[in-house]
Antibody, heavy 123, light 111 residues
Framework: QVQLVQSGAEVKTPGSSMKVACKASGGTFSNYSINWVRQAPGQGLEWVGGFIPIFGTTNYAQKFQDRFTVTTDRSTGTAYMGLSSLRSEDTAVYYCARGAFTYGPRYYDLDVWGPGTTVTISS | DIVMTQSPLSLPVTPGEPASMSCRSS???????????LDWYLQKPGQSPQLLIYLASNRASGVPDRFSGSGSGTDFTLKISRVEPEDVGVYFC????????FGPGTRVEIK
């Protein structure tokens, strides 16, 4: 049974960058999409972006254009989400989730979720 | 972006009784392949979200059969045949036809 393990909580200053790790334990991301979803304090869920290893493609919600990146380390089975130019409204819990994909719709059926990484943006 | 709405936003329920909630999308979620790209997730208090239903009506692995999803196009429903105390939490729908977007959630609580 695959589990997703995420890196620990972070405190960042406005304008800096963050990097959150997500490792698949007991499996790989090879035949799945990797999704990043965030939840601001007391708020709902927001899809930030995703990556499909087989396609090598990265997608993101329009509001994160130019700020969102994904990198992967195949040797350790770890995916990293980067977000730059941080502002206070980026304070949230960031979840990684494994999902299905097709050549058409690319991100759905998020069947395995990590525990979340709390990121606080504060001066 | 496709806008997702859910109703009601709060749903008091009685254990053993049925419950139902709605999710609507601003555009049809029916793909040319015949599938509706609509998922349902439950976030229990203090936990990560968990997948309940994918492609509108398919129960995820391990999900009790008291949960069922239905609908097509722009209107979708999640039903719980007999609510259990452990079903409390926030239920989110998410469309995956385009860049994913979530609904605001329906908070289910015991009366």
């Amino acid at each position: 049974q695959v589990q997703l393990v995420q890196s620990g909580a972070e405190v960042k200053t406005p304008g800096s960058s963050m990097k959150v790790a997500c490792k698949a334990s007991g499996g790989t991301f090879s035949n799945y999409s990797i999704n990043w979803v965030r939840q601001a304090p007391g708020q709902g869920l927001e899809w930030v972006g995703g990556f499909i290893p087989i396609f090598g493609t990265t997608n993101y919600a329009q509001k994160f254009q130019d700020r969102f990146t994904v990198t992967t380390d195949r040797s350790t089975g770890t995916a990293y989400m980067g977000l730059s130019s941080l502002r206070s409204e980026d304070t949230a819990v960031y979840y990684c989730a494994r999902g299905a994909f097709t050549y058409g719709p690319r991100y759905y059926d998020l069947d395995v979720w990590g525990p979340g990484t709390t990121v606080t943006i504060s001066s | 972006d496709i806008v997702m709405t859910q109703s009601p936003l709060s749903l008091p329920v009685t254990p053993g009784e049925p419950a139902s909630m709605s999710c609507r999308s601003s555009e049809s979620l029916l793909h040319s392949n015949g599938y509706n790209y609509l998922d349902w997730y439950l976030q229990k208090p203090g936990q990560s979200p968990q997948l309940l239903i994918y492609l509108a009506s398919n129960r995820a692995s391990g999900v009790p059969d008291r949960f069922s999803g239905s609908g097509s196009g722009t209107d979708f429903t999640l039903k719980i045949s007999r609510v259990e105390p452990e079903d409390v939490g926030v239920y989110f729908c998410m469309q995956g036809l385009q860049t994913p977007t979530f609904g605001p959630g329906t908070r289910v609580e015991i009366k």
